[in-house]
Structures are given as C-alpha cells and as structure tokens.
C-alpha cells in the first residue's frame, strides 16, 4: 500500500510535461501571470478604501450594499474552484456526460434558494446560518453542533480539495513539489482575505468569473477543434482504449456504453438516475440553501429583487460547465488517452505518480498541452484565482462562523476588535490541518477529486438539509426534535464514512474489501436513506415533546412570514456590541497610534473609527430597512418570469441529454 497514496513525494521529473522542461517558460506567459495577480490585488485594496470593514456587518456582510450581477457572479465563483475544473473533467474523462447532471441539478436548487430561503432568512434578520437555528429553536447546542460540523466539512471536502486540486495545475505547469505549491497559493490568499473582508471577495470573485468564462470556452474551442467537431468527439471518444491493459478485466478500461447519457441505469449506472434526480438534490439544497459561502452572499443584496436576479444569472452560469469542463475532459481522454485513462498501475505511477488513476490531470493537461503563449499563463493564472477566490470565501465564511457562533461563547464580553483579532487568527489554524489533510484527498474514489467530494457530503449533510427545511416549512417541529435528527443523522452518516476510510474506497483494477451491506449501497441512494430517516427522527421527536409557541415564530417559518407583531425571542443574543455602554463614555485622551500601527491597522481593517452612536428610533429604522423584503410589482413579474423561463431551460437539457 505504500505507494498506493498518491502524495506528490512520489512525483519527480516525470511529472513534468512529455518534453521533460516547465510549460512556462516564456515571457508571455510570466508576464500575463504577474500583471494579472498586480491587477487583483488593485482589485482587492480598491474594495478595501471603498467599504467599511472596520465593523463587524461590514467586513461580513459587505454592508447589504451589493446589486445581482455581482451576487449572481459570486455565487457562482464561490461554487466553481478549480476543484470543479479539475474533478468534473477528470471524472468525465473516466465516465462520461452524467458527472455534468451534478451541475444542471442546481439550475432548480437556486431558484428554491431565491425564492423560499432567502425570504425567511432576511425577515429573521440573521448574519450566519447556525444565528437562524438558535431565533428558530432556542438553545445552543443546535447552533454549536452547526458551526463544529460546518468547519468539518469546510476542512474535509472544500478547503483541502481545492489546495490539491490547485497544487496538480501548478505540477503540471512548473514541476514543483506539491506542498511548496500549496504554501505559495494560501500566502498569496491569505493576503487578500485578511485585508480585505467580503466586499474584497465578491469585488475579485466577479472579475474571475468572467476571465475564467471567456478562457475555458477559448479551451473548449481549441479541444474541439483537435477532435474534429462534435461529431466525431461521440466516436473517438467510445474509441479511446489506452494501449497498456496487460490481463485487467475490460469493464476497467473501455469507456462506458453509456457515456453519453445523464440518466443512468437505476441498480448497474455509476451515478443511478433516481440518485441524480433526488439524491442529489437533497445534497443540493444544503449547499445551495443553508449553506454559510452561499447564503451570505444572497444576504449582502440591496433588496429580494437583486438577491433573486443574482440567483438566475447563477442558474444561467451553471449551465455552462457541461461544456466548459465536462466535453474538454472527454476530449482530453481521446487527445491523451494512455496518459488520462491509464489503468496499469505501474503505468499510471509513471505517468502522474498515483496508482490508482490519472484522470484527475485530464484538465490541467489540456491547459498546459493546447493552449498557445500568453493565453496559457492566463488560463493558469484564472485556475490559481479561481481557486484563491473559493478558499478566500470559505476562509471569510468560516471565521465568521467561529467567531460569531463560538467564539462569542468562550468570551460574552468581547470587543469589536478582538472580533476581528480573533477571526484572522482561526484563518491561520483552519489552513495548518488542511495542508494535513490532503494526502487522504489523493487517495480517495479511486482518484476521482469530485466523487470523493460528493461521498463525504452524501454522508454528512442531509441530517442539515431536513432540519432547515422542516425548520422553515413545519412550525410544528422544535429544538428537541431537530437535536435528535442532526444527532442521530451524523451517527449513521459517520459510520459508513469511518468504514470507507478504514477499508479504503479501491479502484476498478484492486477493488476495496468494505463489506457490501456497508459501502455496497451508491452514496446519493445513501443520502436519500439518510435524509428520510433524518426527517422521521425529527418529526417523531417534535410530537411528542412540547411546541413552540406562535409569539416566538413571528417571521422564522413560512406560515407565519408574513406577521408584523413583535417577536419574543427564545434567546438573549450571546455578544451584544458594547460601544454605547456609558461607562465608556468618560473622555480619555487618546493617543496617536505610531506609524507603524496604524498602517498594519489600516491594512487589516482595524481603522479606530467610531461608529456613529445611534439613537433607538434610527437603530428600529435601520433593523426594519435590513429586513425589508418588499419588491416592486415590475421588478418582482420581471425576476419570476425569468425564473419560470430557468426552469423550463433545466427540463430541456436534462431530456435533451437524458
């Protein structure tokens, strides 16, 4: 088993592409690389003397100032790293179009996410999603549990998929050892999180969406144009045999007979169809729905109107990947076929160092391979940003979850600035246990980055996905019943997730011992299962305890949204901002910070302005304007027309491709 972990300590210089030397090697490479990296940078301190940071809804909630085009490109940025880029192709590579089905599912999750989330989540008027369970159940253990499982998953499938999925670009293109890649890439991130907070985030988010459109679909021009159109790609692409199979079985090696259908068999498919259809979508809605990167940037807009705009242009954007990364990691297949779909493994240590597979450098390959000088450092330079642009948001998330949801437990009387103090630091601890974590990413879903992200989320999030939606569509269910579901779900979830880990996830060629009653069951059948059970639990438990009354409800669930009484909350707030306790209030004299100080305060956002003291009517006012959700009639008939028009684009192309 030694080297059956693919950690780059294997790779030498046969990581290097064909020709033996670094793919960038030119002046018009490096020079696009650096202007750009210049160019983001400009982009970040911009962002960072027009906003304030220096308090708390500003440096998180970049002040609810943001209009749709940037909400709906954020959001699409955040959920498109170069995670994506690197597992949808890799897995297309090996299995054909149904990995795009992944993609097409959120086209309907984020018009539920517009349209029945967002509302509630406003009219509650909550930062962070764990802040929304405890106006809704009261208690903490809910909210606690929350934010812990929420940093889990953050470490397990965001944050250290995308550091390795980032470090194979740059061992494709430099030869770099993989570690040292990564300690580049999180300085440069680390940089730009820390000084600039969320209106930083959404300001960069939205210039790499656009360069990482307009490159990929460069990309696909070119791949397309090496197969010969799309004609001929369906009949290479069944062709693409590599030509080392020694005495493996073929069912290992041939592509599938049925690459080119999103809808598979329900009991033989490698992604079934009903667990495309259900299964998925209940993994969707987590993250699309309840989750902290998303929902914060819905909560930055202007009003509902921006928020649902926001959603559809993400919905549109979402349609794009089929072509920008699925059909290219086919092509790749056909265009590298010994290399990408090597199944000896001796063969495929050779050729990326993992035994287990290659498709995972399909994409990079494509990028180092295809593309003429100049566009090349682009393209690399847009994956290393699009992957700082997903880490950068879940950094901005989790420290707002820690130090809001945990934090403010450990010390009630924290100030402002220790806030922010703490935030960064936690940054800092998040990153150290990633880097620890990568060497089981690698080795994972028989090398397969995206199918290990959506293993571990099957696992781990439908207990969250039924707790939100009864939360918000059953006022009959309380804290005792949402305690018992997410405990009871993360106990069946973790006991198949610890056995697969355990047993190891295998390959086609050296399939994992894991018993069948265990591991035998397909990861999206597995979240259905879960969810179903999660939401019996739930349900179960709430009935036979006490309900919560009416007067504490005012505006947390559908039914009662619409309410205008005042809402008794079931919990006082943990951290109440103490600048206007009148003790404070004796004159000190205060002195000038030095130099030095004041420009590492000013970088971090740290300025010593004072808050302009409010009084309670203008304080009720601003509340009331933060959690206005009314629409105008013209605005609210454009955003559900286009809505109805999304939906009816997600059932075309799943029967188109079906």
């Known amino acids: 088993m030694a080297h059956d972990y ?132 009261g208690g903490q253990r809910i909210r606690i549990y929350l934010s812990v499982l929420s940093l889990f998953l953050y470490v397990f499938t965001k944050i250290s998929a995308d550091m390795f999925s980032g470090a194979i670009f740059i061992n494709q293109a430099l030869g770099l050892n993989i570690y040292l890649a990564v300690v580049i890439l999180l300085l440069i991130t680390a940089l730009y999180t820390v000084t600039g907070g969320l209106a930083a985030v959404i300001y960069t988010d939205t210039l790499q969406t656009i360069i990482m459109v307009v490159g990929s679909f460069i990309l696909m021009g070119f791949a397309f144009n090496e197969v010969g159109g799309y004609e001929k790609f369906h009949e290479r692409y069944m062709n693409a045999i590599p030509s080392m199979t020694a005495n493996i079985s073929e ?233 018992y579901g997410l405990a009871i779900g993360l106990c069946i979830g973790l006991s198949r997730m610890i056995a697969e880990f355990a047993y190891g996830t295998g390959s086609c060629v050296n399939p994992s011992k894991c018993p069948t009653i265990i591991c035998g069951v397909h990861y999206l059948y597995f979240s259905i299962i879960l969810f179903v059970i999660s939401c019996i639990v739930i349900l179960g438990v709430s009935l036979m305890t006490k309900p919560i009354e009416d007067k504490h409800l005012y505006r947390l669930c559908w039914s009662l949204r619409n309410c205008t009484e005042e809402r008794e909350d079931l919990e006082k707030d943990d951290w109440v901002d103490n600048q206007d306790s009148k003790s404070m209030d004796i004159e000190e004299p205060e002195e000038e910070p030095g130099l030095c100080k004041k420009a590492v305060m000013c970088f971090c956002g740290l300025e010593h302005k004072k808050a302009p003291n409010l009084s309670s009517e203008e304080q009720t006012e601003l509340q009331k304007k933060l959690t206005d959700t009314t629409e105008k009639p013209l605005w609210r008939n454009v955003v559900n027309t286009n809505a109805i028009i999304l939906l009816c684009v997600a059932v075309f192309l799943h029967g188109f491709y079906a």
């Open 6 to 137: 693919f950690g780059f300590s294997l790779i030498r210089s046969n990581a290097r592409n064909s020709t033996g030397t670094v793919a960038l090697n030119n002046a018009a490479d490096i020079s696009v690389i650096v202007v750009y990296f210049v160019v983001v940078l400009a982009v970040g301190l911009w962002a960072m003397v027009r906003t304030n940071r220096s308090t708390v809804g500003g440096f998180f909630l970049a002040g609810r100032s943001m209009v749709w085009w940037p909400i709906g490109a954020s959001l699409f940025a955040s959920n498109i790293g170069s995670g994506h880029f690197v597992g949808i192709a890799g897995t297309a590579a090996a299995a054909g179009i149904a990995i795009g089905g992944f993609e097409w599912n959120a086209l309907i999750v984020v018009v539920i996410l517009g349209w029945l989330f967002v509302p509630i989540y406003i009219k509650a008027g909550v930062v962070t999603m764990p802040e929304y369970l405890k106006k809704r159940f």
């Open 251 to 483: 069912s290992c090696y041939e592509p599938r007979p049925d690459s080119f259908h999103i809808f598979r068999n329900a009991i033989t498919g490698d992604l079934p169809w009903p667990g495309l259809v259900f299964g998925l979508t209940i993994q969707a809605t987590w993250y699309w729905c309840t989750d902290q990167v998303i929902v914060q940037r819905c909560l930055s807009a202007k009003n509902l109107s921006h928020v649902k705009a926001g959603c559809i242009l993400c919905g549109y954007l979402k349609v794009l990947p089929m072509f920008l990364m699925v059909f290219p990691g086919m092509i790749s297949r056909i265009l590298y076929t010994d290399e990408v779909a090597c199944v000896e493994p001796a063969e495929c240590e050779k050729y990326c160092g993992a035994s287990v597979g290659c498709t995972n450098v399909a994409y990079p390959k494509l990028v180092v391979d295809l593309m003429p000088n100049g566009l090349r450092g682009l393209m690399l330079s847009v994956m290393l940003a699009s992957l700082m642009s997903s880490l950068t948001s879940i950094f901005n998330s989790a420290s707002t979850l820690f130090t809001m949801d945990i934090y403010t437990k450990i010390r009630r009387t924290a100030s402002e600035k220790e806030l922010m103090i703490a935030g960064r630091v936690f940054i800092l601890a998040l990153i150290g246990v990633s880097i620890a974590w990568i060497p089981v990413v690698q080795s994972a879903q028989s090398g397969q980055l995206f199918d290990y992200i959506q293993s571990i989320t099957s696992y781990l999030t439908p207990p969250i996905a039924a707790v939100f939606m009864l939360a918000i569509f059953c006022k009959r269910v309380n804290e005792s019943g949402a305690f």
